[in-house]
């Protein structure tokens, strides 16, 4: 169970990453 919320945790984390910048740009 940990294995499959670690990749979605990561995957969340990369799609705000990628809003941020995109508002900072």
């Known amino acids: 169970n940990e294995l ?3 990749p979605d945790n990561y ?3 990369s ?3 990628l809003i941020f ?3 900072n740009l």
């Open 11 to 13: 995957f969340g984390s």
């Open 21 to 23: 910048v995109n508002v």
């Open 4 to 6: 499959q919320i670690k």
């Open 15 to 17: 799609q705000k990453m």
